[in-house]
């Protein structure tokens, strides 16, 4: 499995890109949504962020993004539906992740994905 993560300003958003792909042929129990009103006393986004960035600095630059929206993640069977969940988070607006850009669209997230296919 690849895992592809997308942080969306707002739930509707994140929404409207999960309902999305699972129209179009992937399966619900592969989709996860999270808010920061689902952390109420742990640190689970910081803690998933970590997994995935050996630096902390990194690590605590997407947690901080994902705290203060939603985050989906999908867990994608192959490369090409790894490409088309990052298409369609882009396309549903998900948020620039790199801190030095001044666009909002995301194409960053491709290098979640490549740093997921590092830990295989």
Same mark, same amino acid.
């Given at each position: ?56 600095? $990194?690590?605590?630059?997407? +947690?901080?993004?994902? /705290?203060?929206?939603? !985050?989906?993640? =999908?867990? #994608?069977?192959?490369? *090409? ?14 948020? $620039?992740?790199?801190?030095? +850009?001044?666009?909002? /669209?995301?194409?960053? !997230?491709?290098? =979640?994905? #490549?740093?997921?296919? *590092?830990?295989?």
């Amino acid at each position: 499995m690849i895992t592809v993560i997308g942080i969306f300003e707002n739930l509707e958003l994140a929404d409207e890109a999960s309902s999305y792909l699972i129209a179009n042929n992937f399966e619900s129990e592969n989709i996860d949504i999270h808010t920061h009103a689902d952390e109420p006393e742990t640190d689970r986004i910081g803690n998933f962020f970590s997994h995935f960035f050996e630096n902390e600095k $990194e690590a605590t630059h997407y +947690a901080s993004l994902g /705290r203060n929206g939603s !985050i989906v993640t =999908i867990h #994608a069977a192959s490369t *090409r539906e790894a490409q088309e969940a990052v298409d369609v988070f882009n396309q549903y607006g998900a948020i $620039e992740v790199d801190a030095s +850009a001044t666009d909002t /669209r995301s194409l960053v !997230i491709d290098q =979640i994905v #490549a740093q997921d296919m *590092r830990l295989k």
